[in-house]
């Protein structure tokens, strides 16, 4: 059974940058796929980005160029660096690993953007 600890959340203003940490403990293998998802209110969790073990990485268009998404494969740790965030980035943003056949999640933190 894998943990998550995440991890850097909190109140910031438009064009700020905040980093987001996520630890997974409970596998002593090299995790097929760690990312981060995001929820704003009355709206579906989506995407933000991916990082697979192999380094292929994926973002969803509205963060491009703006988030930079890490991993160290060797700590199982994944890292969601967010600069020029703006209101629209408002959400709980929680952490995703899948491995071995299984998903698993953080239990979420809060990033607010607001003047």
């Known amino acids: 059974q894998v943990q998550l600890v995440e991890s850097g959340g909190g109140l910031v203003q438009p064009g700020g940058s905040l980093r987001l940490s996520c630890a997974a403990s409970?596998?002593?293998?090299?995790?097929?796929?760690m990312g981060w998802y995001r929820q704003a209110p009355g709206k579906q969790r989506d995407l933000v980005a991916t990082v697979f073990r192999d380094g292929v990485i994926n973002y969803v268009d509205s963060v491009k160029g703006r988030f930079t998404i890490s991993r160290d494969r060797a700590k199982n740790t994944v890292s969601l660096q967010m600069n020029s965030l703006n209101p629209e980035d408002t959400a709980v943003y929680y952490c995703h690993v899948r491995d071995r056949g299984n998903d698993y999640w953080g239990q979420g933190t809060q990033v607010t953007v607001s003047s």
């Open positions: 409970g596998t002593s293998f090299s995790i097929y796929m």
